[in-house]
């Protein structure tokens, strides 16, 4: 149900927050139909590739393909082409699933997948927009300038972000901590902050 919320959300968040579209309805039409072609496309792809890597479809990963589609198709949805916004959601929903993998043998917790969704996603879309963009892109036969600009930008954003949590982080451990403790850990933190079970553990 969340899925499907987030879904029909990103219809108003791509076409109504792009600044390429202000003012020019054709440019909302074809950003509705390239964030739809590549979340569908996203999930098709992660259905098909988790049922040949582990014989049954994995349904909440392919909630995470429709996801991975959407996230990566944001940076673009109003430079690309259909056919290149398919492309991009079919290598996003693979891409989501392998990402899952890389980020559980790291050790890292992430239960929901959102580094994979949104992070590795997110990084792929909008290099693609260097790949993908029917101005400047480089498989429209734009060269390299448009890809390299995309690279620069991730790579900084990453850099900031990076930086920004990993210092905010140590002066929060230093201070008030950034751990509960091993007991409220045990009981949840549902029940421990909010006195409230979040699952029937009963039954």
């Not at 916004?85 to 239960?111: E, H, N, Q, S």
């Not at 982080?169 to 079970?197: F, P, Q």
Request: aromatic share 10%; charged share 10%.
């Amino acid at each position: 149900m969340g899925a499907f919320i987030l879904w029909f959300g990103w219809f108003g968040f791509n076409p109504g927050s792009t600044l390429g579209a202000i003012g020019n309805w054709e440019a909302i039409g074809n950003i509705i139909v390239n964030t739809f072609l590549a979340s569908a496309a996203g999930g098709v792809s992660t259905m098909i590739y988790t049922y040949y890597s582990y014989g049954k479809i994995d349904v909440t990963m392919v909630i995470n393909g429709v996801l991975a589609g959407l996230v990566a198709i944001t940076a673009g949805c109003s430079v690309v082409s259909p056919s290149a916004a398919i492309i991009i959601g079919l290598i996003a929903g693979i891409l989501v699933d392998v990402a899952v993998l890389c980020v559980d043998k790291l050790k890292i917790d992430d239960p929901v997948g959102a580094i994979a969704v949104h992070g590795v996603n997110g990084l792929f879309g909008t290099i693609a927009v260097g790949l993908f963009a029917t101005e400047n892109g480089l498989f429209h036969g734009g060269g390299t300038e448009l890809l390299v600009t995309q690279l620069i930008g991730v790579s900084v954003i990453a850099l900031f972000s990076f930086l920004l949590t990993f210092v905010t982080m140590k002066l929060l451990k230093m201070t008030i901590g950034i751990r509960i403790s091993e007991k409220d850990e045990l009981a949840g933190i549902d029940e421990s902050a909010l006195g409230v079970n979040a699952y029937n553990l009963d039954n």
